[in-house]
């Protein structure tokens, strides 16, 4: 289920391998090996879906913020606003894969609607400057995606992968796939994995779908601490879900699998045929995290603003289910195992941005932004069913310090309430192993329309499209002799985000 960013040269793709091989050394829970490090990264980024209007300029908000999302982008901005302001959106996000595995290439897409934002923000009358307070809702990010796969595998089987030698966790040996040689070859010190004859020609069929979304409830205020200089800060309640589902079968259509496996019981099964497994992760996500900001204002001609994203401080409960099934000629075996509550703790790279707009002309807004994120600081708390000190060391030297930038531009058309928008954000992968390597990081381009009646109601909608390629590694086979092409998927990953937007100011 990895969904790790890569090179297409096997050197760098080993660097990714290390961190699955490290999992399997320290973790003993099932449900935590090869996702965790996922979920760190799920967690780590800007958020994307705050409102329409910032997203039709690309996000680039940082440096303007003078509406009620600077309650995320920059709470300083807040202290901009003259009147009392309300805003609620909702967003369509669909998502496109192109899977490529073995030469053959297959899409999978989703879609899903979702409240976008919620906010409200009331100035307050002070004898100088201003004093903004704010509260609202924000859906930050959202993790729809889909991966769909059918293709002849001649090279690798996915069942030495199903070897544990704790039983509980060793599905090929409940699901008879591994002969009772398992034992001799244990005590003459070989890998347990030599005993499950099915190694490769069989027929794979892969289906995963994932859904869920991070949230942001905040609290937050901005005052205007010297002319056109206003200081903000947000306390953000993070909330959110996950879940991923995988369908994996794969089926001996050749008949290649005909001899004897003697597995549990001393039974002889015989020609197998079929294998089916179903694994599910349901995460349950919250969290904390501070933001505080400054803004500059020169006359609404150019600001200049700064905002700090402290760490999220996120603590996961997951349950994880696994199931089964095998078929032979003679006889059919399932095996189910359940793991509930397994809960972890992490905590993400603090967000450094910065951003400037300029308005040349009275009807037009230029804007950018520059964001620092140093993912190497990711790190998980103490847990008792894996080695934090080892991983956080680890991910420590596998990820990297990025740089994302955005840039965006507002033109009202005059005497008209008519606004056109537009804008372009790049973001850095942050694998280490990644840099240099450009086809790995997330562009996003966007597009956006507003029309604003009598300066006190407008209706905004937003389009964007993000598009990357990145890599998964379907399992990984334990026998070095294998080509990781055999088990890795490649993906073209295209996201589109439709958003609309109701602001009214009283």
């Keep these: 289920m990895t ?20 999992f399997l050394m320290f973790v003993t829970v099932l449900t935590a090996r090869a996702q965790i490090v996922e979920d760190a990264l799920r967690l780590s ?83 100088r400057g201003s004093f903004v307070v704010a509260a609202g809702y924000n859906r930050l990010l959202d993790y729809t995606g889909t991966m769909q796969m059918a293709v002849f595998n001649p090279q690798s089987s996915i069942q030495s992968s199903l070897y544990d030698g704790e039983e509980n966790y060793d599905f090929a040996w409940n699901l008879g796939l591994e002969d009772t040689l398992v034992l001799s070859y244990i005590d003459e010190g070989k890998p347990g994995w030599f005993a499950i004859p099915v190694a490769n020609r069989v027929q794979q069929t892969i289906d995963q779908f994932e859904e869920g979304g991070l949230n942001q409830w905040s609290f937050g205020g901005s005052m205007e601490v010297a002319p056109n200089a206003m200081v903000g800060i947000s306390l953000n309640i993070l909330s959110g879900s996950y879940r991923y589902q995988r369908s994996f079968i794969e089926d001996d259509i050749n008949n290649v699998w005909q001899d004897v496996i003697v597995g549990i019981d001393n039974a002889a099964r015989t020609d197998f045929q079929r294998l089916e497994l179903e694994e599910e992760w349901e995460q349950d996500i919250s969290g904390w995290n501070v933001r505080i900001g400054f803004l500059y204002n020169l006359n609404d001609k150019a600001r200049f603003g700064v905002a700090i994203q402290t760490a999220n401080m996120i603590s996961v409960s997951e349950d994880y289910s696994k199931t089964g099934y095998s078929r032979f000629a003679d006889a059919s075996l399932s095996y189910d195992l359940t793991v509930d509550n397994n809960n972890y703790d992490i905590t993400t790279a603090p967000i450094y941005s910065f951003g400037a707009s300029w308005s040349p002309v009275e009807f037009a807004t230029i804007s950018g932004d520059f964001e620092l994120i140093d993912y190497s600081k990711l790190e998980f708390g103490d847990n008792n069913n894996f080695n934090t000190t080892s991983l956080n060391r680890d991910l420590r030297n596998l990820f990297r310090a990025t740089n994302n930038f955005r840039i965006g531009a507002e033109f009202n058309i ?69 080509n990781e092409n055999a088990f890795t998927t490649e993906q073209q990953i295209d996201i589109s985000r439709l958003m609309f937007g109701i602001t009214y100011r009283f």
């Design 3 to 22: 969904h790790l960013a890569g090179s297409e040269y096997p050197e760098d793709n080993m660097k990714r391998a290390i961190i699955l091989s490290l």
């Design 45 to 127: 980024h800007s958020g994307t879906l705050v409102s329409a209007r910032s997203a039709g300029m690309g996000n680039a908000f940082v440096g303007l913020a003078n509406d009620a999302s600077a309650l995320y982008w920059n709470p300083a901005g807040l202290g901009q606003l003259r009147m009392r302001e309300f805003s609620i959106g909702l967003a369509n996000v669909g998502m496109s894969n192109d899977a490529t595995l073995l030469g053959t290439t297959a899409n999978g897409s989703e879609s899903g609607m979702a409240l976008t934002n919620l906010n409200l923000a009331i100035p307050f009358p002070v004898a």
């Design 414 to 482: 005059p005497k008209t309430g008519l606004f056109v928008r537009g804008g372009f954000g790049y973001r850095y992968s942050p694998w280490d192993a990644d840099k240099g390597d450009s086809k790995y990081d997330v562009t996003t381009i966007s597009a956006g329309l507003g029309y604003e009646f009598e300066n006190n109601f407008a209706v905004q909608v937003a389009y964007s499209a993000s598009n990357y390629e990145t890599f998964s590694f379907n399992y990984t086979d334990p026998d070095s002799d294998v």
